[in-house]
């Protein structure tokens, strides 16, 4: 079963690997259908990079709780 990180961490090579085909399309640009595909890889990538900010934010957070939440009492801070 994949972890949240494991998550993150393929989004992340998402938004890369997008913005590598986008510069080797942009190569092609006089193409219409390569600017077609160019559009359409920006906004591939444009969601990869949301959905990984959003992760990443979710992550941060939950790790924010469990750090505020308070230690039980039969097991004291060391």
Do not use: C, W, Y
């Amino acid at each position: 079963m994949s972890t949240l990180k494991d998550i993150l961490t393929a989004l992340q090579a998402a938004v890369r690997a997008g913005e590598a085909v986008g510069d080797l399309i942009a190569d092609h640009s006089g193409d219409p259908f390569a600017r077609i595909l160019l559009q359409q890889t920006r906004l591939a990538t444009a969601r990869h990079r949301e959905s990984r900010d959003m992760l990443r934010a979710a992550i941060i957070a939950s790790k924010k709780k469990q750090n505020s939440l308070p230690q039980p009492l039969d097991n004291p801070p060391i």
